[in-house]
Nanobody
Framework: QVQLVESGGGLVQAGESLRLSCAASRRILSINTMAWYRQAPGKQRELVAGITSGGSTNYPDSVKGRFTISRDNAKNTVVLQMNSLKPEDTAVYYC??????????????WGQGTQVTVSS
């Protein structure tokens, strides 16, 4: 089991930055992948950024170069730094922890979500 608590959302203007944090209830080194997803009204939840226990990261083209995910293993925290925000980044942002149970099962855990609103 993993409990995830997000913080750092809010209302900003286009072009500004926000920093989201996700605190995990267990050592994140034991978690295969930590990620941020977002869901806008009427849209499906989508991956925003992911980071493996080895430190590899991945981003969709829509945020590449603007968003950066990082992990602080000592604090069991994952951070999403969002720069040059756009109105289309407006969504509820969710922290995700994925733990692989060999050979094929994956346990997914979610935080409660934090609202990010970008005004034009």
């Amino acid at each position: 089991q993993v409990q995830l608590v997000e913080s750092g959302g809010g209302l900003v203007q286009a072009g500004e930055s926000l920093r989201l944090s996700c605190a995990a209830s267990r050592r994140i080194l034991s978690i295969n992948t930590m990620a941020w997803y977002r869901q806008a009204p009427g849209k499906q939840r989508e991956l925003v950024a992911g980071i493996t226990s080895g430190g590899s990261t991945n981003y969709p083209d829509s945020v590449k170069g603007r968003f950066t995910i990082s992990r602080d293993n000592a604090k069991n925290t994952v951070v999403l730094q969002m720069n040059s925000l756009k109105p289309e980044d407006t969504a509820v942002y969710y922290c995700n922890a994925a733990i692989v149970r060999p050979p094929t099962h994956v346990d997914n855990y979610w935080g409660q979500g934090t609202q990010v609103t970008v005004s034009s």
